[in-house]
């Protein structure tokens, strides 16, 4: 008679679910599962330790010394019979007890003889499998009382190992979980940000288009009225660089190009030297730079370096450390033109300069007018660039 001519009993749905709930079945061999069976090998002087876990057709083990198997069909398996016992289970002499001496393992090699187990449950009390040792001889008299509670303690543990497994998994999934929700967050506000932009450079299109028509029959001076549409054709430029990128920060460099690439008459950037390490600039930061740098280049253009033949623009950035974080330093330098002196009164740009790009960057903007060119030096946090807006 096979050992499954006797039957396991109706918890075989419930063994099985939280066997498939463990996640345990052909998973690598793990050391701590390892050295029980050799502790429970030792113990128990026997040349055969399993950590035997009974699936629905076939035992698998986990940990095994002295079994070169990595799992049996049921058929063979003593483990199958051991459970429905419900405590520390042994057998004598397996060649003769009706119940097993006709099993393969025990009438052919390996020719086991006794068995003795110890049940593996789950945290719920379900029975899955067994810690058992074997020997190739009878054992008349079975485990000792110190050996069998040995057995029982190292199945606790094995228990324990089995639990543990659970809950890193657990951890382990809900971490992935959190990851995709953050992921998937990102990948909205992203595409959020994104059509955000493309509606804003559509509305600065349409404000360019009624602004143009209005000022065309009104009684606006032809500099005002240059002057008005340049800052929002200034705006849609650095508009295009956000959408270019992430739609939240744009490259530094990038930006100081593209602004100032309008007044580069030769279209070669020989009137202006840019340079400086890539930083990213958050998006209400770089629509305030762009706009500064517009009017800076304006003004070169009118009375300043860019308004003769040899005149030329260095735009260079730094970051250094400072008290608490890294400090930005961007200077504009104008130089080869002709001699400059301070305005007389406050314009447009000195206010957005000073004031708005500083106010927005969380730092200081401040322009200076040495007869050699005008200075114009901004210095902020570098989270007051890259966060601005963001």
């Known amino acids: 008679m096979a050992v499954t001519d006797i039957q396991v009993g109706s918890s075989d749905a419930a063994r099985i679910a939280a066997l498939d709930d463990l996640a345990i079945l052909d998973t690598e061999p793990e050391v ?18 399993l950590v035997s876990l009974v699936a629905e057709n076939r ?5 095994r010394v002295g079994f070169p198997a990595c799992e049996t069909p049921l058929s063979q398996s003593v483990c199958s019979l051991a459970l429905r016992q419900g405590g520390t289970f042994t057998i004598p002499d397996l060649a003769l007890d ?20 110890a049940p593996l449950r789950t945290r719920e009390g379900v029975p899955i499998g067994m810690l058992c040792v074997i020997d190739t001889e009878p054992r008349p008299a079975g485990l000792s009382e110190v050996q069998t509670r040995g057995l029982e303690a190292l199945a606790r543990q094995v228990e324990a190992q089995l639990e543990l497994r659970r809950l890193l998994a657990e951890r382990a999934g809900a971490a992935a979980e959190r990851l995709a929700m953050e992921a998937a967050r990102k990948r909205h506000q992203e595409l959020l940000s994104l059509e955000l932009g493309h509606r804003l450079k559509n509305i600065l299109a349409l404000v360019h288009s009624i602004a143009e028509r209005t000022l ?24 295009d ?8 920060a744009a490259s530094m460099s990038a930006l100081v190009r593209d602004a100032t690439g309008p007044h580069d008459r030769g279209g070669d950037g ?22 500064a740098l517009h009017e800076l280049s304006t003004n070169a253009a009118k009375y300043g370096a860019l308004s003769s033949p040899g005149g ?18 961007l200077v504009w330098r104008e130089s080869g033109g002709p001699a400059v002196a301070p305005p007389r009164h406050e314009g447009f740009g000195t206010r957005l300069i000073g004031r708005a790009l500083a ?22 946090p570098l989270s007051g660039f890259s966060n601005a807006g963001a």
């Open 32 to 49: 701590g599962f390892d050295d029980i069976v050799l502790l429970a090998s030792e113990m128990c002087g026997t040349p055969v330790a």
């Open 359 to 380: 106010e927005t960057v969380r730092g200081t903007a401040a322009l200076e007018y040495p007869p050699g060119g005008a200075v114009c030096r901004i210095e902020a």
């Open 270 to 291: 020989a009137r202006f030297r840019v340079s400086g390490p890539e930083i990213a600039v958050g998006a209400k930061a770089a629509l305030m730079l762009a706009l």
């Open 216 to 239: 065309r029959g009104a009684e606006v001076p032809a500099e005002a009225r240059s002057a008005l549409l340049d800052r929002i054709r200034a705006l849609g430029k650095a508009q």
């Open 312 to 329: 030329t623009v260095d735009i260079g950035w730094s970051i250094a450390a400072g008290g608490g974080e890294p400090v930005v330093e």
């Open 59 to 63: 035992q698998w083990f986990k940990a």
């Open 98 to 117: 009706e119940r097993t001496k006709g099993s393969p393992l025990v009438a052919r090699d390996p020719f086991i003889r006794f068995y003795a187990g």
């Open 241 to 248: 660089i956000l959408l270019a990128g992430s739609a939240e």
